[in-house]
């Protein structure tokens, strides 16, 4: 029975609301010194060109690296080039909504977890003043939204991500689609060119040679990050209890009481997790692992070396 708890199923308002929390901080280059995307990532992340301004005398504080020492040395006085940032850098929300990701053991299940990033992304990257499209999937369907600089375009992605979230059932019969990871990210590389941002909200349940094959060919003139969105159950079970796993249509009813079941599973699960953060860090990929287990703006706040936000 499909239920109004925010935590199981996401809504447009929820996701709206997010617009508000969506400030102080970014997905492009010049990241706090703490920030997981800087350092040795910091290269896979080139941001907005540069388009040049103006030359003009040298002032304390400039870059020495953009002294123009041709017009120095005809002028004798020091003289740097100016440039600015080009403005337009749309971004590309790849957001799974597929059965395996409709779990949770603790606060969110992974396809709400994964809504909530996606509009946190795509409100931070309106209000740098840049387009903002989508590929939204499930099982069953792909949904393309090509970047527009609009709080529509917003929206549309949104109720396409709602839709989507609420139609997970775990009644439903029909079996997990993992190629569906590599058919929709064949749907973002056509729509993202050069010089985009492309932001992957998954599992990455299916992930295999021909998905990394396409996400090599989309880095190469665009920026890119996944968020691997995973369950805090991943790494821990409880001793207590029976837990139902499912893939959609096979179903196995797990008692954690013992341990003969439930050490077999927790091996799996880890498994799967350190698989695909090692399958993310072969790419040379930004790769930002984001958990069911508490606020997701919270935790990109931590992993951007933000402050948390304040309360009054």
Same mark, same amino acid.
């Given at each position: 029975?499909?239920?109004?708890?925010p =935590?199981?199923y996401?809504?447009?308002?929820?996701?709206?609301?997010l617009?508000? +929390?969506? %400030?102080g901080?970014?997905?492009?280059? %010049?990241?706090?010194?703490?920030?997981?995307?800087? #350092? =040795?990532?910091?290269? =896979?992340l080139?941001?907005?060109?540069?388009?040049? /301004?103006?030359?003009?005398?040298?002032l304390?504080?400039?870059?020495?690296?953009?002294?123009?020492?041709?017009v120095?040395?005809?002028? +004798?006085k020091?003289?740097?080039?100016?440039?600015?940032?080009?403005r337009?850098?749309?971004?590309?929300?790849?957001?799974?909504?597929?059965?395996?990701?409709?779990? #949770?053991?603790?606060?969110?299940?992974?396809?709400?977890?994964?809504?909530? !990033? $996606?509009?946190?992304?795509?409100?931070?990257v309106?209000?740098?003043?840049?387009?903002? #499209?989508?590929?939204?999937?499930?099982? %069953?369907e792909?949904?393309m939204?090509?970047?527009?600089? @609009?709080?529509?375009? &917003? !929206?549309? &992605?949104?109720?396409?991500?709602?839709?989507?979230?609420? $139609? !997970?059932?775990?009644?439903?019969? @029909?079996? $997990?689609?993992?190629?569906?990871?590599? +058919?929709?990210?064949?749907?973002?590389?056509?729509?993202?060119?050069?010089?985009?941002? &492309?932001?992957?909200?998954?599992?990455?349940?299916?992930?295999?040679?021909?998905?990394a094959?396409?996400?090599?060919?989309?880095?190469?003139?665009?920026?890119?990050?996944? $968020?691997?969105?995973?369950?805090?159950?991943?790494? /821990?079970?409880? @001793?207590?209890?029976?837990?139902?796993?499912?893939?959609?249509?096979?179903?196995?009813?797990?008692d954690?009481?013992?341990?003969?079941? +439930? /050490?077999?599973?927790? /091996?799996?699960? =880890?498994? %799967? !997790?350190?698989?695909?953060?090692?399958?993310?860090?072969?790419?040379a &990929?930004?790769?930002?692992?984001?958990?069911?287990?508490?606020?997701?703006?919270?935790?990109?706040?931590?992993m951007?070396g933000?402050?948390?936000?304040?309360?009054?």
């Amino acid at each position: 029975m499909l239920t109004d708890d925010p =935590r199981v199923y996401t809504n447009l308002k929820d996701l709206n609301s997010l617009e508000h +929390r969506a %400030r102080g901080f970014s997905f492009l280059p %010049r990241q706090p010194v703490h920030s997981i995307l800087a #350092g =040795r990532h910091s290269s =896979r992340l080139r941001g907005r060109g540069l388009n040049f /301004e103006e030359i003009r005398g040298y002032l304390p504080g400039d870059d020495i690296r953009n002294i123009d020492w041709k017009v120095t040395a005809r002028l +004798r006085k020091p003289h740097v080039r100016v440039y600015t940032e080009e403005r337009d850098r749309p971004a590309i929300l790849l957001v799974d909504q597929r059965i395996s990701m409709f779990f #949770g053991s603790s606060v969110y299940v992974k396809s709400v977890t994964a809504a909530r !990033l $996606a509009a946190l992304v795509a409100w931070t990257v309106f209000h740098a003043g840049d387009r903002v #499209g989508a590929v939204v999937f499930n099982d %069953r369907e792909i949904r393309m939204f090509p970047p527009l600089r @609009s709080r529509r375009r &917003i !929206l549309e &992605i949104f109720q396409a991500v709602v839709e989507m979230n609420r $139609a !997970l059932d775990v009644e439903d019969t @029909s079996r $997990a689609n993992y190629g569906q990871l590599t +058919r929709a990210l064949e749907q973002v590389r056509r729509l993202a060119k050069h010089d985009h941002l &492309i932001a992957i909200m998954s599992d990455f349940a299916g992930a295999d040679d021909e998905s990394a094959r396409l996400i090599l060919q989309m880095v190469q003139h665009n920026d890119l990050f996944a $968020a691997v969105v995973h369950d805090p159950m991943a790494m /821990e079970l409880g @001793s207590r209890g029976r837990l139902v796993v499912s893939e959609g249509e096979l179903q196995v009813e797990v008692d954690l009481g013992d341990r003969k079941e +439930r /050490e077999p599973l927790l /091996e799996f699960t =880890r498994a %799967r !997790l350190q698989d695909v953060v090692k399958y993310l860090k072969k790419l040379a &990929i930004p790769v930002l692992p984001v958990h069911t287990g508490e606020d997701v703006v919270e935790q990109v706040r931590q992993m951007l070396g933000h402050q948390s936000e304040k309360r009054f």
